[in-house]
Structure formats: C-alpha cells, structure tokens
C-alpha cells in the first residue's frame, strides 16, 4: 500500500511540474500570415509614393540643461555654453579623483555641482555644440557614456 501511495505522489508531482511550465502568452492567429506572396505589380491608380527615413544615429545623443555651480578647477571654463561631461558623482572626493586623473593627463578638466548635489567632471568646454560633439567623438572609446551639459 505504501508503494502505491509513494507512486501516485510522484505522479502527482510529475504531473504538476509538468504542467505549471506552460506558457502563460496567449497566442493570437494572424489572418493571411501564411499566404505565399504574390507578384507586385502596380494598378496605373495607385503610384507609389518613395519612403524616405531620417538618418538613424549610431549611439542617442545626451545633452542636459541644468542649473550648477564650480566646485573645483578653472573658472574661466564657466564662460562657455557647452561642457563635456565624462562622469557624474554623488561623492565629491570619487569627482576629484576623476579630475586630478584628468588634469595629470593634461586636460583641464572641472568638477561643477548641481541643485541635486550630483558633482559632474567636465572634460572641456566650449562656446558651440559641434565643438562639444567632436570632443565626444574624439573620446568616446575612454568615455562611452559621455553627455554635453548646458547651463541653464
């Protein structure tokens, strides 16, 4: 009796993981799916219109308008419209790490602070946008996920 209750158990259990792995998606039929094409000739009516498309970046663009104030580095650099950002921090001691790191290698960078507290390292700076853009460009292997920030 006993092996016949341990047997019907398993087949329970068996039956039950077996059956609660199905899917749960509702699978909808789509009219015509299956319908082998035709050939695609045009009625003298209807012209076909051509089908233009904008050009799609390789990578979004990031640009920001926020409101910040220097926290460490040159201040002449605030003169400028357009900053490269390559790093946002909420510790201020990670954001002078990241600058003095910048700054050994030659850059003028600068960490600037916002009205959320987040302290951003600015890599340079510039009066136009495709400057800024270049420079995302020209550094986007070190810094992929570099943004152009612009006061408000």
Not at 5 to 34: D, H, P, W, Y
Not at 76 to 93: C, E, L
Not at 137 to 146: L, T
Request: aromatic share 8%.
């Amino acid at each position: 009796m006993k092996k016949v209750m341990r047997i019907f158990m398993m087949l329970a259990i068996v039956t039950f993981v077996a059956t609660s792995c199905k899917t749960k998606q509702k699978v909808t039929e789509i009219s015509g799916a299956n319908v082998p094409a035709t050939s695609t000739t045009v009625s003298p009516s209807v012209t076909a219109a051509p089908v233009t498309t904008a050009p799609v970046a390789s990578e979004p663009e990031v640009t920001r308008n926020e409101s910040f104030t220097l926290s460490e580095g040159d201040a002449a650099s605030m003169q400028y419209k357009y900053h490269v950002v390559v790093g946002s921090f909420k510790n201020p001691t990670n954001a002078k790490g990241l600058q003095s790191t910048l700054l050994s290698e030659g850059n003028k960078a600068l960490v600037v602070v916002n009205e959320a507290s987040w302290y951003r390292v600015i890599i340079a700076s510039f009066n136009g946008y495709n400057e800024a853009h270049a420079k995302i460009n020209q550094i986007k292997d070190r810094f992929a996920d570099a943004w152009v920030l612009v006061q408000k």
